[in-house]
């Protein structure tokens, strides 16, 4: 069994794993960049090194620093939780020469499901349906226009190693593609290292649907049922729940056993996720994607099985804790992500300092936090401040128990999303569970919504004696984020 893990991530993942180790006996280390000295996740582990200076590349994606950090320290295992280094082929390869466990599947299966193309490739093979499209990469506009005239407009560009909705670009007709293609490539070029793009078929209003598998060293895999992701801005989620209104028991085993199958096809190891697209009754692969999962919590919330500690007794070589026909869907769970930007000002980032925190509590809530009162949410990485998951007896307890933790859930010196998710909580497509991928874009009333709740009641936040955002500091944490997200891409 592991003993001692390096956690290679920061923020409310970072603690969500020394969370696991701790209720495991596992031994925690964490790494972190001088923007994250005073972080939670640096506080909670057992040991906590500086790993480098506040940009990624200089830290947390630092390969060779991470190692030895944990030569070091005497870790026998890696987890890298999501982004940053978690789908990385080189680092599993690193960690496999050195002889630390990378918790993850093998560097050879994070290849080949990082290329999106090989993937959708790989996939066909196993007979698993993918969303109708190219199986290499465009050449150039040539082959770019035969390409597309064949599967037929809308068409999407895909960057084939990327990730996170990055360079995704749709395109309507033949005329507005030389230029999308230009711009999709140079986004994919700055900012994944290879300008390949792929070309889908853009399927209209579809749900995203993915489910969560777990696969051991011994070749047993299950799956713990699906998470229904459509709430997304920009291709990016921020609402997640389970299971999805849509899918009957029969569909849900049927798609289960396709994504069980897809991860035995590639001899998967370690916990994963089979993502779809579901569009008028068909459902069509889009990827793997090779980590734990940011809205792993919901599927948690509804099976109760613990999807880190899983990966961890996997990654030593223990069989699954549970059988398939052990894994029960009990209840609704919903998450909403929350993140330090202004809904009402184009979501545009808002990092500071926590002036003022009191999280939700009560029956049915869970918050995955990587903040206290007083600590900095800092400009150069994902703004999100905590992860809120609430779980009800049906989808109908969820939303009220969600509308109540929101009004209670305080967070002050910072804007944060929050009333953007009480907007969505009460919107009647939303409730009705009718959701498709451009929710959002689609439902353009949700900005009077919000101002109109704004204008409505007080909430906690209003009515306890916490101080107010500061505007001053607030411009001045905007100007950064936004000059550091300038930088990046
Ligand atoms: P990434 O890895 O960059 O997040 P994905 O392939 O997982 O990209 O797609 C992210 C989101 O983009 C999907 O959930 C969906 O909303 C949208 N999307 C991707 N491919 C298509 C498609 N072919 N048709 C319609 N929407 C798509």
């Known amino acids: 069994m592991i003993k001692k893990i390096l956690i290679a991530n920061r923020g409310e993942i970072a603690v969500r794993v020394m969370r696991a180790c ?113 199986n290499e990469c465009a050449a150039g506009y040539e082959q770019a226009r035969e390409i597309a005239l064949e599967i037929g407009y809308p068409i999407i560009l895909k960057p084939s190693g990327g990730g996170g909705g990055i360079g995704m670009t749709i395109v309507e007709t033949e005329e507005a593609l030389a230029q999308a293609l230009e711009h999709a490539q140079a986004i994919a070029g700055t900012t994944f290292g290879i300008r390949d793009v792929y070309i889908e078929k853009y399927l209209s209003n579809p749900r995203h649907i993915e489910f969560q598998v777990l696969a051991d060293s011994k070749g047993n895999v299950i799956h713990l049922g699906e998470r229904e992701c459509s709430i997304q801005r920009r291709h990016q989620k921020l609402i997640e729940e389970s299971p999805s209104t849509v899918l009957t028991s029969e569909l849900r085993a049927k798609m289960g056993r396709i994504a069980t199958e897809a991860a035995g096809w590639v001899k998967y190891e370690g916990a994963g996720t089979v993502e779809f697209l579901f569009s008028e009754g068909e459902f069509y692969f889009l990827e793997v994607n090779a980590r734990v999962q940011v809205e792993h919590p919901v599927t948690e919330m509804v099976t109760g099985i613990d999807i880190v500690k899983e990966q961890i007794r996997i990654a030593s070589g223990l069989p699954l804790g549970c059988r398939q026909e052990d894994v029960l869907i009990c209840g609704s769970a919903i ?155």
Not at 33 to 51: G, M, P, Q
Request: aromatic share 8%; hydrophobic share 40%.
């Open 22 to 134: 701790r209720e495991m006996g596992i031994a925690s280390v964490a790494v972190f960049s001088d923007a994250d000295k005073d972080a939670l996740f640096t506080k909670y582990a057992d040991e906590s090194h500086r790993i480098g200076p506040a940009a990624a590349s200089q830290s947390y994606l630092n390969i060779s620093a991470i190692i030895e950090r944990a030569r070091q320290s005497g870790c026998d295992a890696i987890h890298p939780g999501y982004g940053f280094l978690a789908e990385n082929p080189e680092f599993a390869s690193a960690c496999e020469r050195e002889g630390i466990r990378f918790i993850g599947p093998s560097s050879r299966v994070l290849r080949l499901m990082g290329d999106k193309v090989a993937a959708r490739r790989e996939m066909q093979k196993a007979g698993i349906p993918v969303v109708p499209g190219a």
């Open 335 to 489: 998450e909403c992500r929350i993140n330090a930007e202004d809904p009402l000002n184009d979501f545009v980032p808002t990092p500071g300092k926590i002036n003022g925190h009191r999280p939700p509590g009560g029956a049915g809530i869970r918050v995955d936090s990587g903040i206290y009162e007083s600590s900095t949410i800092p400009p150069f990485y994902d703004p999100m401040i905590s992860k809120l998951i609430v779980w009800g007896r049906d989808r109908n307890e969820a939303i009220e128990r969600m509308r109540r933790a929101l009004f209670e859930y305080v967070i002050g010196g910072v804007k944060s999303n929050i009333l953007f998710h009480r907007a969505v909580m009460e919107n009647e497509r939303f409730i009705k569970g009718d959701l498709d991928t451009l929710f959002i874009e689609s439902e353009t009333a949700l900005i009077d919504d919000m101002k109109r709740i704004a204008g409505r009641e007080e909430t906690l936040q209003q009515k306890l004696p916490c101080r107010s955002v500061d505007k001053k500091k607030v411009a001045a944490a905007v100007a950064a984020a936004l000059a550091y997200s300038r930088e990046k891409v």
